[in-house]
Protein backbone atom coordinates (compact mmCIF):
# COMPACT_ATOMS: atom_id res chain seq x y z
CA UNK A 1 0.00 0.00 0.00
CA UNK A 2 0.89 3.37 -1.13
CA UNK A 3 1.96 5.85 1.87
CA UNK A 4 -0.91 7.94 2.92
CA UNK A 5 -0.54 11.53 4.13
CA UNK A 6 -2.88 12.54 7.12
CA UNK A 7 -3.46 15.97 7.80
CA UNK A 8 -4.99 15.12 11.45
CA UNK A 9 -3.03 13.60 13.90
CA UNK A 10 -4.12 10.05 14.14
CA UNK A 11 -4.33 9.28 17.45
CA UNK A 12 -6.97 8.81 20.30
CA UNK A 13 -7.03 11.48 22.82
CA UNK A 14 -9.89 12.52 25.10
CA UNK A 15 -10.12 15.75 26.71
CA UNK A 16 -13.34 15.87 27.83
CA UNK A 17 -15.99 13.14 28.88
CA UNK A 18 -17.80 12.13 26.44
CA UNK A 19 -20.08 14.55 25.48
CA UNK A 20 -18.01 17.21 26.37
CA UNK A 21 -19.86 20.94 26.81
CA UNK A 22 -20.15 22.07 23.08
CA UNK A 23 -21.41 18.58 22.22
CA UNK A 24 -23.83 19.11 24.87
CA UNK A 25 -24.96 22.33 23.92
CA UNK A 26 -25.36 21.55 20.08
CA UNK A 27 -27.60 18.71 21.64
CA UNK A 28 -29.46 21.05 23.30
CA UNK A 29 -30.25 23.52 20.43
CA UNK A 30 -30.69 20.08 18.33
CA UNK A 31 -33.67 19.11 20.57
CA UNK A 32 -35.53 21.96 19.58
CA UNK A 33 -34.39 22.23 15.87
CA UNK A 34 -34.11 18.86 14.64
CA UNK A 35 -36.92 16.20 14.20
CA UNK A 36 -36.82 13.55 16.70
CA UNK A 37 -37.09 10.44 14.29
CA UNK A 38 -33.55 11.55 13.46
CA UNK A 39 -31.38 9.75 15.55
CA UNK A 40 -27.26 9.88 15.50
CA UNK A 41 -25.30 6.75 17.34
CA UNK A 42 -22.11 9.07 18.74
CA UNK A 43 -23.72 11.89 21.14
CA UNK A 44 -20.71 14.36 19.94
CA UNK A 45 -20.36 16.80 17.18
CA UNK A 46 -17.98 16.12 14.65
CA UNK A 47 -15.79 19.41 13.80
CA UNK A 48 -13.19 17.29 11.71
CA UNK A 49 -12.37 13.87 10.37
CA UNK A 50 -9.42 12.54 8.67
CA UNK A 51 -7.73 9.01 7.79
CA UNK A 52 -9.02 6.60 10.64
CA UNK A 53 -10.31 9.38 13.24
CA UNK A 54 -12.93 11.83 13.94
CA UNK A 55 -12.06 14.94 15.92
CA UNK A 56 -15.49 15.99 18.07
CA UNK A 57 -16.29 20.30 18.76
CA UNK A 58 -14.45 19.64 22.12
CA UNK A 59 -11.22 18.99 20.58
CA UNK A 60 -11.31 14.96 21.75
CA UNK A 61 -10.00 12.57 19.07
CA UNK A 62 -11.87 9.52 18.27
CA UNK A 63 -10.99 6.45 16.49
CA UNK A 64 -13.32 5.60 13.95
CA UNK A 65 -14.39 2.13 13.30
CA UNK A 66 -17.97 3.27 11.52
CA UNK A 67 -16.63 5.23 8.66
CA UNK A 68 -19.87 6.47 8.61
CA UNK A 69 -21.55 3.69 8.13
CA UNK A 70 -18.98 2.38 5.69
CA UNK A 71 -18.77 5.63 2.90
CA UNK A 72 -14.95 7.07 4.40
CA UNK A 73 -13.29 4.27 3.03
CA UNK A 74 -10.65 6.57 1.93
CA UNK A 75 -10.98 8.50 4.74
CA UNK A 76 -13.25 11.82 5.41
CA UNK A 77 -11.54 14.16 3.37
CA UNK A 78 -8.87 12.47 1.30
CA UNK A 79 -7.10 15.16 0.09
CA UNK A 80 -7.49 14.09 -3.50
CA UNK A 81 -11.21 13.82 -2.89
CA UNK A 82 -11.37 17.01 -1.64
CA UNK A 83 -9.13 18.67 -4.34
CA UNK A 84 -11.24 17.13 -6.80
CA UNK A 85 -14.88 18.25 -5.28
CA UNK A 86 -13.28 21.88 -4.86
CA UNK A 87 -11.91 22.01 -8.70
CA UNK A 88 -15.42 20.75 -10.23
CA UNK A 89 -17.06 23.25 -7.68
CA UNK A 90 -15.81 25.91 -9.18
CA UNK A 91 -16.42 25.44 -12.87
CA UNK A 92 -19.90 23.91 -11.85
CA UNK A 93 -22.28 22.49 -9.31
CA UNK A 94 -25.19 21.18 -11.25
CA UNK A 95 -26.79 21.43 -14.76
CA UNK A 96 -28.95 18.33 -14.25
CA UNK A 97 -27.77 15.29 -16.45
CA UNK A 98 -31.26 15.18 -17.72
CA UNK A 99 -30.96 18.31 -18.97
CA UNK A 100 -27.32 19.40 -19.55
CA UNK A 101 -25.33 16.49 -19.58
CA UNK A 102 -21.32 16.02 -18.54
CA UNK A 103 -18.36 13.50 -18.65
CA UNK A 104 -18.01 13.32 -15.49
CA UNK A 105 -21.20 10.82 -15.63
CA UNK A 106 -19.80 8.94 -18.51
CA UNK A 107 -16.53 8.42 -16.77
CA UNK A 108 -18.26 6.70 -13.44
CA UNK A 109 -20.66 4.88 -15.78
CA UNK A 110 -17.47 3.36 -17.87
CA UNK A 111 -15.67 2.52 -14.04
CA UNK A 112 -18.46 0.73 -13.01
CA UNK A 113 -18.69 -1.22 -16.10
CA UNK A 114 -15.17 -2.21 -15.87
CA UNK A 115 -15.40 -2.87 -12.03
CA UNK A 116 -17.98 -4.58 -11.14
CA UNK A 117 -18.28 -8.67 -12.25
CA UNK A 118 -18.70 -10.17 -15.55
CA UNK A 119 -17.51 -8.50 -18.90
CA UNK A 120 -20.76 -8.79 -20.13
CA UNK A 121 -22.18 -5.39 -21.85
CA UNK A 122 -23.47 -2.84 -18.98
CA UNK A 123 -25.74 0.07 -18.46
CA UNK A 124 -24.69 2.45 -15.76
CA UNK A 125 -27.46 4.91 -14.09
CA UNK A 126 -26.79 7.60 -11.31
CA UNK A 127 -28.90 8.09 -8.38
CA UNK A 128 -28.39 10.11 -4.19
CA UNK A 129 -28.68 7.06 -2.43
CA UNK A 130 -28.84 3.54 -1.89
CA UNK A 131 -32.34 3.33 -1.24
CA UNK A 132 -32.81 5.31 -4.75
CA UNK A 133 -30.36 2.50 -6.54
CA UNK A 134 -32.64 -0.21 -5.06
CA UNK A 135 -35.97 1.27 -6.24
CA UNK A 136 -34.65 1.65 -9.71
CA UNK A 137 -33.40 -1.68 -9.73
CA UNK A 138 -36.64 -2.94 -9.26
CA UNK A 139 -38.21 -0.54 -11.49
CA UNK A 140 -35.68 -1.99 -14.27
CA UNK A 141 -36.20 -5.84 -13.61
CA UNK A 142 -40.10 -4.83 -13.94
CA UNK A 143 -39.67 -3.27 -16.87
CA UNK A 144 -37.61 -5.60 -18.50
CA UNK A 145 -39.21 -8.66 -17.68
CA UNK A 146 -42.72 -7.93 -17.56
CA UNK A 147 -43.19 -9.66 -14.03
CA UNK A 148 -43.80 -7.84 -10.83
CA UNK A 149 -42.65 -10.37 -7.94
CA UNK A 150 -39.67 -9.34 -6.01
CA UNK A 151 -37.91 -11.62 -3.37
CA UNK A 152 -36.09 -10.05 -0.43
CA UNK A 153 -34.77 -12.20 2.48
CA UNK A 154 -34.91 -12.20 6.40
CA UNK A 155 -33.05 -9.63 7.93
CA UNK A 156 -32.73 -7.55 4.90
CA UNK A 157 -31.73 -3.66 4.30
CA UNK A 158 -32.16 -2.42 1.47
CA UNK A 159 -33.55 1.53 2.73
CA UNK A 160 -36.53 3.56 3.95
CA UNK A 161 -38.45 4.54 1.29
CA UNK A 162 -41.56 3.33 0.65
CA UNK A 163 -40.64 0.22 -1.84
CA UNK A 164 -37.26 0.07 0.30
CA UNK A 165 -39.06 -0.29 3.63
CA UNK A 166 -41.03 -3.16 2.08
CA UNK A 167 -37.89 -4.80 1.30
CA UNK A 168 -36.57 -4.39 4.29
CA UNK A 169 -37.20 -6.54 6.81
CA UNK A 170 -37.03 -5.36 10.50
CA UNK A 171 -40.19 -3.31 11.59
CA UNK A 172 -38.57 -1.20 14.36
CA UNK A 173 -37.39 1.47 13.49
CA UNK A 174 -37.43 1.40 10.00
CA UNK A 175 -41.21 0.24 9.17
CA UNK A 176 -43.20 0.72 12.26
CA UNK A 177 -45.80 2.96 12.31
CA UNK A 178 -45.03 3.93 8.18
CA UNK A 179 -47.20 1.36 6.30
CA UNK A 180 -49.24 -0.14 4.13
CA UNK A 181 -46.28 -0.84 2.29
CA UNK A 182 -45.58 -2.03 -1.17
CA UNK A 183 -46.91 -5.14 -2.69
CA UNK A 184 -46.11 -7.97 -4.38
CA UNK A 185 -42.90 -8.45 -1.78
CA UNK A 186 -42.18 -11.82 -0.80
CA UNK A 187 -39.67 -12.18 2.16
CA UNK A 188 -37.38 -15.67 2.02
CA UNK A 189 -35.21 -17.06 4.89
CA UNK A 190 -31.26 -16.17 4.66
CA UNK A 191 -28.85 -18.38 5.11
CA UNK A 192 -27.55 -17.24 8.56
CA UNK A 193 -25.11 -19.88 9.36
CA UNK A 194 -24.97 -19.29 13.04
CA UNK A 195 -28.43 -19.46 13.57
CA UNK A 196 -29.72 -22.24 11.13
CA UNK A 197 -30.89 -24.39 13.56
CA UNK A 198 -29.35 -27.30 11.83
CA UNK A 199 -26.53 -25.14 10.23
CA UNK A 200 -27.76 -25.63 6.68
CA UNK A 201 -25.15 -25.99 3.63
CA UNK A 202 -25.52 -22.83 1.04
CA UNK A 203 -26.68 -25.56 -1.22
CA UNK A 204 -29.25 -26.74 0.80
CA UNK A 205 -30.31 -23.47 1.95
CA UNK A 206 -30.96 -22.24 -1.29
CA UNK A 207 -33.18 -25.08 -2.29
CA UNK A 208 -35.04 -24.47 0.61
CA UNK A 209 -35.70 -21.16 -0.82
CA UNK A 210 -35.97 -21.95 -4.47
CA UNK A 211 -38.97 -24.24 -2.90
CA UNK A 212 -40.34 -21.57 -1.33
CA UNK A 213 -40.72 -19.51 -4.34
CA UNK A 214 -41.72 -21.91 -6.67
CA UNK A 215 -44.91 -22.85 -4.48
CA UNK A 216 -45.82 -19.58 -3.56
CA UNK A 217 -44.94 -17.26 -6.22
CA UNK A 218 -44.01 -19.26 -9.23
CA UNK A 219 -41.34 -18.08 -11.32
CA UNK A 220 -43.24 -16.56 -14.39
CA UNK A 221 -44.68 -14.17 -11.39
CA UNK A 222 -41.29 -13.16 -10.20
CA UNK A 223 -39.27 -10.07 -11.66
CA UNK A 224 -36.50 -10.10 -9.04
CA UNK A 225 -34.42 -11.69 -6.20
CA UNK A 226 -32.85 -9.10 -3.87
CA UNK A 227 -29.61 -9.79 -1.79
CA UNK A 228 -27.01 -8.47 0.18
CA UNK A 229 -24.02 -10.84 -0.91
CA UNK A 230 -22.79 -9.84 2.95
CA UNK A 231 -26.18 -8.67 5.22
CA UNK A 232 -25.57 -4.83 6.53
CA UNK A 233 -27.69 -3.46 9.06
CA UNK A 234 -29.19 -7.11 9.31
CA UNK A 235 -25.83 -8.41 11.17
CA UNK A 236 -23.33 -8.66 9.53
CA UNK A 237 -24.32 -12.23 8.44
CA UNK A 238 -22.45 -14.18 5.59
CA UNK A 239 -24.41 -16.88 3.50
CA UNK A 240 -22.91 -20.28 3.79
CA UNK A 241 -20.93 -20.73 0.81
CA UNK A 242 -22.88 -22.04 -2.00
CA UNK A 243 -26.02 -20.47 -0.88
CA UNK A 244 -25.57 -17.08 -3.84
CA UNK A 245 -24.35 -18.91 -6.69
CA UNK A 246 -27.08 -21.61 -6.46
CA UNK A 247 -29.57 -18.38 -5.93
CA UNK A 248 -27.91 -16.62 -8.53
CA UNK A 249 -28.40 -20.19 -11.05
CA UNK A 250 -31.82 -20.95 -10.37
CA UNK A 251 -32.81 -16.88 -11.26
CA UNK A 252 -31.24 -17.59 -14.46
CA UNK A 253 -32.40 -20.52 -15.98
CA UNK A 254 -35.87 -18.70 -14.83
CA UNK A 255 -35.50 -15.03 -16.09
CA UNK A 256 -35.37 -13.72 -12.81
CA UNK A 257 -33.39 -11.07 -12.66
CA UNK A 258 -30.63 -11.57 -9.92
CA UNK A 259 -30.02 -8.07 -7.92
CA UNK A 260 -26.97 -8.07 -6.00
CA UNK A 261 -27.40 -4.71 -3.24
CA UNK A 262 -23.79 -4.26 -2.56
CA UNK A 263 -24.63 -0.70 -1.19
CA UNK A 264 -22.58 -1.61 2.31
CA UNK A 265 -20.41 -4.35 0.50
CA UNK A 266 -18.98 -2.50 -2.59
CA UNK A 267 -16.33 -0.81 -3.48
CA UNK A 268 -13.10 -2.67 -1.29
CA UNK A 269 -15.01 -2.96 2.12
CA UNK A 270 -14.31 -7.05 1.94
CA UNK A 271 -11.29 -7.15 0.25
CA UNK A 272 -12.65 -7.30 -3.79
CA UNK A 273 -14.56 -4.71 -5.43
CA UNK A 274 -17.01 -6.39 -4.92
CA UNK A 275 -18.60 -9.22 -2.25
CA UNK A 276 -19.95 -10.99 -5.28
CA UNK A 277 -16.65 -11.97 -6.69
CA UNK A 278 -15.96 -13.68 -2.96
CA UNK A 279 -18.06 -17.06 -5.14
CA UNK A 280 -18.02 -15.89 -8.67
CA UNK A 281 -21.21 -14.98 -8.62
CA UNK A 282 -22.41 -12.22 -11.55
CA UNK A 283 -24.91 -10.18 -10.58
CA UNK A 284 -27.34 -9.06 -13.24
CA UNK A 285 -27.93 -5.78 -11.59
CA UNK A 286 -25.33 -4.46 -8.81
CA UNK A 287 -26.93 -1.30 -6.58
CA UNK A 288 -24.00 0.63 -4.99
CA UNK A 289 -23.59 3.70 -2.87
CA UNK A 290 -21.78 4.69 0.24
CA UNK A 291 -17.90 3.87 -0.46
CA UNK A 292 -18.49 5.03 -4.19
CA UNK A 293 -17.69 8.90 -3.79
CA UNK A 294 -15.37 9.81 -0.59
CA UNK A 295 -18.25 11.15 1.36
CA UNK A 296 -20.66 12.76 -1.23
CA UNK A 297 -23.87 11.54 -1.70
CA UNK A 298 -23.94 9.18 -4.81
CA UNK A 299 -25.20 6.01 -5.59
CA UNK A 300 -25.33 3.55 -9.16
CA UNK A 301 -27.40 0.94 -10.64
CA UNK A 302 -25.17 -1.16 -13.03
CA UNK A 303 -25.97 -4.17 -15.29
CA UNK A 304 -26.68 -5.99 -18.16
CA UNK A 305 -27.30 -3.69 -20.99
CA UNK A 306 -30.27 -5.33 -22.02
CA UNK A 307 -31.49 -4.79 -18.77
CA UNK A 308 -31.14 -1.08 -18.14
CA UNK A 309 -32.26 -0.56 -22.11
CA UNK A 310 -35.46 -2.06 -21.89
CA UNK A 311 -36.80 1.02 -20.26
CA UNK A 312 -38.11 3.64 -22.05
CA UNK A 313 -36.72 7.04 -22.51
CA UNK A 314 -37.32 9.25 -19.55
CA UNK A 315 -38.33 6.31 -17.00
CA UNK A 316 -35.35 6.84 -15.08
CA UNK A 317 -33.74 9.78 -13.53
CA UNK A 318 -34.06 12.48 -10.91
CA UNK A 319 -32.88 16.05 -10.37
CA UNK A 320 -29.52 15.17 -8.86
CA UNK A 321 -28.67 12.18 -9.97
CA UNK A 322 -24.99 11.81 -10.85
CA UNK A 323 -24.70 15.34 -9.61
CA UNK A 324 -21.24 16.57 -11.19
CA UNK A 325 -19.60 16.94 -7.76
CA UNK A 326 -20.72 13.68 -6.56
CA UNK A 327 -19.21 12.15 -9.55
CA UNK A 328 -16.06 14.27 -9.52
CA UNK A 329 -15.50 12.84 -5.62
CA UNK A 330 -16.26 9.18 -7.34
CA UNK A 331 -13.74 9.50 -9.97
CA UNK A 332 -10.88 10.64 -7.19
CA UNK A 333 -12.07 8.11 -5.15
CA UNK A 334 -11.81 5.18 -7.11
CA UNK A 335 -8.49 6.40 -8.14
CA UNK A 336 -7.34 6.80 -4.50
CA UNK A 337 -8.88 3.48 -3.99
CA UNK A 338 -6.88 1.85 -6.90
CA UNK A 339 -3.77 4.04 -5.72
CA UNK A 340 -3.49 2.59 -1.77
CA UNK A 341 -4.60 -0.57 -3.58
CA UNK A 342 -7.52 -0.69 -0.85
CA UNK A 343 -8.74 -4.60 -1.80
CA UNK A 344 -5.40 -5.29 -0.18
CA UNK A 345 -5.36 -3.20 2.26
CA UNK A 346 -9.06 -4.38 3.19
CA UNK A 347 -7.68 -8.10 3.51
CA UNK A 348 -5.04 -7.03 5.42
CA UNK A 349 -7.62 -5.49 8.19
CA UNK A 350 -8.91 -8.93 8.10
CA UNK A 351 -5.71 -10.63 8.76
CA UNK A 352 -4.87 -8.25 11.67
CA UNK A 353 -7.82 -8.61 13.07
CA UNK A 354 -10.15 -11.36 13.01
CA UNK A 355 -7.96 -13.94 14.12
CA UNK A 356 -8.13 -11.31 17.31
CA UNK A 357 -11.40 -11.53 17.67
CA UNK A 358 -11.53 -15.29 17.15
CA UNK A 359 -9.12 -15.68 20.27
CA UNK A 360 -11.28 -13.02 21.95
CA UNK A 361 -14.51 -15.59 21.10
CA UNK A 362 -12.77 -18.68 22.26
CA UNK A 363 -12.18 -16.96 25.65
CA UNK A 364 -15.80 -15.62 26.68
CA UNK A 365 -18.74 -17.08 26.96
CA UNK A 366 -20.49 -13.66 25.72
CA UNK A 367 -19.74 -13.84 21.83
CA UNK A 368 -22.00 -16.20 19.94
CA UNK A 369 -20.33 -15.74 16.96
CA UNK A 370 -17.71 -13.88 14.75
CA UNK A 371 -17.40 -12.97 11.30
CA UNK A 372 -17.23 -10.96 7.91
CA UNK A 373 -14.75 -10.90 5.53
CA UNK A 374 -12.29 -7.91 5.39
CA UNK A 375 -13.05 -4.71 6.69
CA UNK A 376 -16.31 -6.29 7.30
CA UNK A 377 -16.50 -7.52 10.62
CA UNK A 378 -18.67 -8.05 13.59
CA UNK A 379 -19.14 -9.91 16.86
CA UNK A 380 -22.40 -11.34 17.44
CA UNK A 381 -22.72 -10.80 21.44
CA UNK A 382 -24.90 -13.48 23.65
CA UNK A 383 -26.14 -14.23 27.02
CA UNK A 384 -23.51 -16.11 28.74
CA UNK A 385 -22.96 -20.04 27.05
CA UNK A 386 -26.24 -19.31 25.33
CA UNK A 387 -27.61 -17.89 21.50
CA UNK A 388 -29.19 -15.60 22.89
CA UNK A 389 -29.24 -12.22 22.03
CA UNK A 390 -28.10 -9.71 24.48
CA UNK A 391 -28.95 -6.12 23.00
CA UNK A 392 -28.20 -4.28 26.23
CA UNK A 393 -24.64 -5.92 27.02
CA UNK A 394 -23.74 -4.65 23.56
CA UNK A 395 -25.17 -1.17 23.99
CA UNK A 396 -22.95 -1.27 26.98
CA UNK A 397 -19.77 -2.82 25.36
CA UNK A 398 -20.46 -0.19 22.52
CA UNK A 399 -20.42 2.42 25.00
CA UNK A 400 -17.61 2.22 27.13
CA UNK A 401 -15.72 2.04 23.91
CA UNK A 402 -16.77 5.47 23.16
CA UNK A 403 -15.96 6.70 26.52
CA UNK A 404 -12.45 5.34 25.86
CA UNK A 405 -12.80 7.18 22.83
CA UNK A 406 -13.73 3.72 20.34
CA UNK A 407 -16.81 4.94 18.18
CA UNK A 408 -18.42 1.72 17.14
CA UNK A 409 -21.63 0.89 15.13
CA UNK A 410 -24.23 -1.48 16.13
CA UNK A 411 -26.21 -3.73 14.33
CA UNK A 412 -28.34 -6.73 13.66
CA UNK A 413 -32.36 -7.59 13.74
CA UNK A 414 -31.36 -8.21 17.44
CA UNK A 415 -29.49 -5.68 17.71
CA UNK A 416 -26.76 -7.57 19.11
CA UNK A 417 -24.09 -7.45 16.60
CA UNK A 418 -21.03 -4.95 17.05
CA UNK A 419 -19.80 -4.03 13.50
CA UNK A 420 -16.60 -2.87 12.60
CA UNK A 421 -16.50 -0.69 9.57
CA UNK A 422 -12.99 0.92 9.98
CA UNK A 423 -12.03 3.82 6.81
CA UNK A 424 -10.06 1.46 4.97
CA UNK A 425 -7.06 4.31 4.98
CA UNK A 426 -6.52 3.77 8.99
CA UNK A 427 -3.02 3.50 10.17
CA UNK A 428 -2.70 0.03 11.49
CA UNK A 429 -1.34 1.29 14.78
CA UNK A 430 -4.76 2.97 15.56
CA UNK A 431 -6.61 0.32 13.97
CA UNK A 432 -4.63 -1.85 17.09
CA UNK A 433 -5.46 0.49 19.61
CA UNK A 434 -9.13 0.89 18.66
CA UNK A 435 -9.31 -3.14 18.44
CA UNK A 436 -7.41 -3.52 22.03
CA UNK A 437 -10.17 -1.06 23.21
CA UNK A 438 -12.58 -3.04 22.14
CA UNK A 439 -11.10 -6.79 23.60
CA UNK A 440 -10.73 -5.10 26.71
CA UNK A 441 -14.17 -3.93 27.37
CA UNK A 442 -15.78 -7.45 26.10
CA UNK A 443 -13.70 -9.00 28.68
CA UNK A 444 -14.92 -6.42 30.93
CA UNK A 445 -18.35 -7.07 30.04
CA UNK A 446 -17.61 -11.17 29.60
CA UNK A 447 -19.16 -11.84 33.40
N1 LIG B 1 -28.87 -1.17 0.87
C1 LIG B 1 -27.97 -1.53 1.80
C2 LIG B 1 -27.36 -2.90 1.74
C3 LIG B 1 -27.59 -0.62 2.80
O1 LIG B 1 -26.70 -1.00 3.74
C4 LIG B 1 -28.17 0.66 2.80
C5 LIG B 1 -27.78 1.69 3.85
N2 LIG B 1 -27.44 1.22 5.09
C6 LIG B 1 -29.10 0.98 1.81
C7 LIG B 1 -29.41 0.05 0.85
C8 LIG B 1 -29.73 2.34 1.76
O2 LIG B 1 -28.81 3.29 1.41
P1 LIG B 1 -29.10 4.84 1.69
O3 LIG B 1 -29.11 5.00 3.18
O4 LIG B 1 -27.99 5.55 1.00
O5 LIG B 1 -30.43 5.12 1.08
Not at 301 to 322: M, Q, S
Not at 362 to 379: Q, S, Y
Request: charged content about 20%; some cysteine.
Amino acid sequence: MSTIAYRLPQERLLRTALPGPASEALAARRKSAVAAGVVSSLPVYVADADGGVIVDVDGNSLIDLGSGIAVTSVGASHPAVAAAVADQASRFTHTCFMVGPYEGYIQVAEELAALTPGSHDKRTALFNSGAEAVENAIKVARAATGKSGVVAFDHAYHGRTSLTMALTAKSMPYKATFGPFAPEVYRMPMSYPYRDETRLTGEVAAQRVIAQMEAQIGAEALAAIIIEPIQGEGGFIVPAPGFLPTLADWARRNRVVFIADEVQTGFARTGAWFASEDEGVVPDLITMAKGIAGGLPLAALTGRADLLDAVHPGGLGGTYGGNPVACAAALATLQAMRFHDLPARAREIEAAVLPQLRALAAETTIIGDVRGRGAMLAIEIVRPGTAVPDRERTKAIVAEALARGVALLTCGTYGNVVRLLPPLVIPPELLADGIAVLTDTIRAYSH
